[in-house]
């Protein structure tokens, strides 16, 4: 059958059909392997040069490793059947990639085009020119199943099988993409536009992360040369989670995307730091300390500028030279403004020059502004400095931090609380903690613009400080973002209560809220159970959705052996997260001696086996099929926030729940 045509109704012959279909998968498939080998042959001799050559020579590799087909990932999982009289064909199959045949007719088509939309939005109340719409299910690369939704005859369509088996299938090793199942409301976010920031507030397991990247690789598709230039990011919480999501866009064939964390982009700092502390130099306010005590470094002109050149002697008076350091404070960053300095101190030079009857070019205004006396003066009134010069100075000398705060609103005690108990010898020694990267970062931009990327995805964005927002609001400031997070799943001494306020640090206003309500990761009877804690985490939100029922999935076991719940779920099909208070994580693997098991950490993202024991800190965006919870309590006492860690621990699992304690719970919980 023509894919131009509109398939004739069939349905009554379902074996027909699917031989139909898996004809065109095998159809699809052949044409894509002609593809590869198309891009295969071409050379990359047609270049000029050798530089030209290498170029072209590493993106014809990369088109040819784009067209691979990895067998075991449908080439299509969907199929529109259109009543459109447009010039698109009337039957598209909507799958990870173009693939067409020989005669460029589409045989499939790309799940981001604006023609594949329908599949993801269309409903019987507005079918968007589609008759019928085709869901594929797979075995393997194997298509074994179809299911048709009519969109032409009103009424309302029931659930998918397909796509319920799709949610409930057991998770195993790292995240996978939702293209074939993306919701109409996650649709939405993904296609928004690209100068739109959008922020997203959903409960647990709703889909914001797989909403996140599957926007960044929208976005890469619809804008790539834009974004090719500027870049596009993923900002994640730890690099645990970033491997956990690393498969996702390079499975939608985005390889080139930077995936990082707020502690990587900002520079590796961990000094320990007090809780209180930690939050009030993560405070906006700070920022306009730090350019005050950047400013402060600039001392007023007292002398003015004798410059030599041969006999003659050309001077520009010190009041000239205070006009000039006043004209330049405040309109340039700090770096530009001590390199103007100099350029228009050298021009007055000039202008003397010229006066005496000389004429000099550019060559000497620059000779002039590389000159000694030229490079004193500058280096004496606006001094070269690096941002842990700035923050050394502010953070140990309690005279300077206290100029720094004139007119800040920052009380005295709490700049008491910003000095350092115990100084550092000198700023090359001092070490830094989580939130002075922040702070550095700030200082940075300050002396010299930060270039800004296309786009950046913030993932677990309540987390962050708002110094820290600041800090990612710079890497966007000539593009956008898509924020992502839950109110009730912070845990650090900053963690935001309002969506306005992140963005507003952001510097994206104009960004928009958004909610996704249906979970689909949690059942429904664990949900519930985790959603006692909202009270007292996040008292405004409303208690989450599930989709899934998942009826005996919670059991709470109080005096039971880790040993026994572990043998109980290894039984079981699917991953398994042992999550355990971070104090016990070395106790609790000795336990387990003879049972296989990994310990996750930080920066290891190995997961040898299927059980992994799981430190508290470091559950947040994971999942797993199956989930003890050792010691809640212990959980909960372990940090200020910690029923919000617990809010995060208790909703990992996909299939089961297995509490064990021997303390008593948290009363919410009881
Ligand atoms: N439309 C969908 N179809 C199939 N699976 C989905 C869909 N949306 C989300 N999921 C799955 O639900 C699980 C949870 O998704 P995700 O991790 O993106 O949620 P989250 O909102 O970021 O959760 P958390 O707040 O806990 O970090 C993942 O396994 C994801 O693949």
């Known amino acids: 059958m023509p894919a131009h045509q509109l398939a004739p109704d069939i349905s009554n012959d379902p074996a027909g059909v699917l031989a139909a279909e898996q004809a065109h998968l095998a159809q699809s498939r052949t044409a894509l392997q002609a593809m590869r080998e198309h891009a295969q042959s071409l050379s990359a001799d047609a270049a000029g040069d050798w530089v030209s050559r290498q170029v072209l020579q590493s993106l014809l590799d990369k088109r040819v490793a784009?067209?691979?087909?990895?067998?075991?990932?449908?080439?299509?999982?969907?199929?529109?059947?259109?009543?459109?009289?447009?010039?698109?064909?009337?039957?598209?199959?909507?799958?990870?990639?173009?693939?067409?045949?020989?005669?460029?007719?589409?045989?499939?088509?790309?799940?981001?085009?604006?023609?594949?939309?329908?599949?993801?939005?269309?409903?019987?109340?507005?079918?968007?020119?589609?008759?019928?719409?085709?869901?594929?299910?797979?075995?393997?690369?194997?298509?074994?199943?179809?299911?048709?939704?009519?969109?032409?005859?009103?009424?309302?369509?029931?659930?998918?099988?397909?796509?319920?088996?799709?949610?409930?299938?057991?998770?195993?090793?790292?995240?996978?993409?939702?293209?074939?199942?993306?919701?109409?409301?996650?649709?939405?976010?993904?296609?928004?536009?690209?100068?739109?920031?959008?922020?997203?507030?959903?409960?647990?397991?709703?889909?914001?992360?797989?909403?996140?990247?599957?926007?960044?690789?929208?976005?890469?598709?619809?804008?790539?040369?834009?974004?090719?230039?500027?870049?596009?990011?993923?900002?994640?919480?730890?690099?645990?989670?970033?491997?956990?999501?690393?498969?996702?866009?390079?499975?939608?064939?985005?390889?080139?995307?930077?995936?990082?964390?707020?502690?990587?982009?900002?520079?590796?700092?961990?000094?320990p730091e007090d809780p209180a502390v930690a939050a009030l130099k993560g405070d906006a306010r700070i920022a306009a300390v730090l350019e005050r005590a950047l400013w402060l470094h600039i001392s007023k002109p007292e002398e003015g500028l004798v410059y030599t050149r041969g006999v003659h002697r050309f001077r520009v008076a010190d009041y000239e030279v205070r006009e000039i350091v006043a004209s330049l404070r405040g309109t340039t960053r700090y770096a530009p403004?001590?390199?103007?300095?100099?350029?228009?101190?050298?021009?007055?030079?000039?202008?003397?020059?010229?006066?005496?009857?000389?004429?000099?070019?550019?060559?000497?205004?620059?000779?002039?502004?590389?000159?000694?006396?030229?490079?004193?003066?500058?280096?004496?009134?606006?001094?070269?400095?690096?941002?842990?010069?700035?923050?050394?100075?502010?953070?140990?000398?309690?005279?300077?931090?206290?100029?720094?705060?004139?007119?800040?609103?920052?009380?005295?005690?709490?700049?008491?609380?910003?000095?350092?108990?115990?100084?550092?010898?000198?700023?090359?020694?001092?070490?830094?903690?989580?939130?002075?990267?922040?702070?550095?970062?700030?200082?940075?931009?300050?002396?010299?613009?930060?270039?800004?990327?296309?786009?950046?995805?913030?993932?677990?964005?309540?987390?962050?400080?708002?110094?820290?927002?600041?800090?990612?609001?710079?890497?966007?400031?000539?593009?956008?973002?898509?924020?992502?997070?839950?109110?009730?799943?912070?845990?650090?001494?900053?963690?935001?209560?309002?969506?306005?306020?992140?963005?507003?640090?952001?510097?994206?206003?104009?960004?928009?809220?958004t909610e996704l309500t249906l979970g689909f990761r949690v059942p429904r009877e664990v949900l519930d159970y985790a959603a006692r804690l909202l009270p007292a985490v996040a008292p405004g939100l409303a208690p989450p959705q599930s989709l899934r029922p998942g009826l005996g999935s919670l059991s709470v076991r109080p005096g039971a052996a880790v040993t026994d719940a572990v043998h109980e779920v290894l039984a079981r099909e699917g991953s398994i997260g042992l999550i355990v208070p971070d104090a016990l994580t070395a106790e609790v693997s000795a336990a387990l001696t003879g049972i296989p098991h990994t310990v996750l950490d930080p920066d290891s993202t190995e997961e040898e086996h299927r059980l992994l024991i799981v430190p508290a800190t470091l559950a947040k965006g994971l999942e797993y099929d199956h989930v003890i919870v050792v010691e809640p309590a212990a959980i909960v006492a372990a940090e200020p926030r910690g029923l919000a860690r617990l809010y995060v621990v208790l909703t990992r699992a996909v299939t089961s729940l297995t509490i064990l304690h021997n303390q008593p719970l948290p009363t919410a919980l009881t």
């Open 66 to 271: 784009a067209l691979a087909d990895h067998p075991d990932t449908p080439l299509f999982f969907g199929r529109l059947d259109r009543a459109s009289r447009d010039d698109l064909p009337g039957v598209i199959y909507v799958g990870r990639r173009h693939v067409h045949d020989g005669g460029s007719r589409p045989l499939v088509i790309d799940w981001r085009a604006p023609v594949s939309r329908p599949f993801y939005q269309a409903s019987p109340a507005d079918p968007m020119g589609v008759v019928r719409r085709r869901r594929f299910g797979y075995h393997g690369g194997a298509l074994t199943a179809y299911e048709d939704e009519p969109l032409d005859q009103g009424g309302e369509i029931g659930p998918s099988k397909i796509l319920t088996e799709e949610i409930e299938r057991p998770r195993t090793g790292p995240m996978r993409d939702i293209v074939a199942t993306i919701q109409p409301d996650q649709d939405a976010i993904v296609r928004a536009e690209l100068t739109q920031t959008v922020c997203v507030q959903g409960a647990p397991g709703t889909g914001k992360t797989a909403v996140g990247l599957h926007r960044a690789a929208y976005l890469l598709f619809t804008h790539r040369e834009r974004l090719a230039r500027s870049g596009v990011m993923i900002v994640g919480p730890n690099r645990a989670f970033l491997s956990y999501i690393s498969s996702v866009l390079p499975a939608l064939g985005e390889v080139k995307v930077d995936q990082t964390t707020v502690a990587d982009l900002l520079g590796a700092s961990d000094a």
């Open 337 to 513: 403004g001590r390199a103007a300095l100099a350029q228009r101190l050298a021009h007055q030079v000039l202008v003397r020059m010229e006066q005496r009857g000389d004429s000099p070019d550019d060559r000497v205004q620059d000779a002039v502004a590389r000159s000694k006396p030229v490079k004193q003066l500058v280096d004496a009134v606006w001094p070269k400095v690096t941002p842990a010069q700035v923050l050394f100075r502010l953070l140990s000398d309690a005279d300077f931090l206290t100029r720094a705060c004139h007119k800040s609103e920052i009380s005295p005690d709490e700049q008491e609380m910003l000095l350092w108990r115990k100084p550092y010898r000198g700023w090359k020694s001092a070490k830094w903690s989580a939130a002075d990267a922040a702070l550095l970062d700030e200082l940075a931009d300050l002396i010299e613009r930060t270039p800004s990327l296309g786009h950046l995805v913030v993932d677990e964005a309540q987390d962050l400080s708002e110094m820290q927002l600041r800090a990612l609001g710079r890497r966007c400031r000539n593009g956008s973002a898509t924020v992502l997070g839950d109110l009730a799943q912070g845990t650090t001494p900053w963690s935001t209560t309002s969506w306005n306020a992140v963005l507003r640090h952001l510097g994206q206003d104009e960004g928009e809220v």
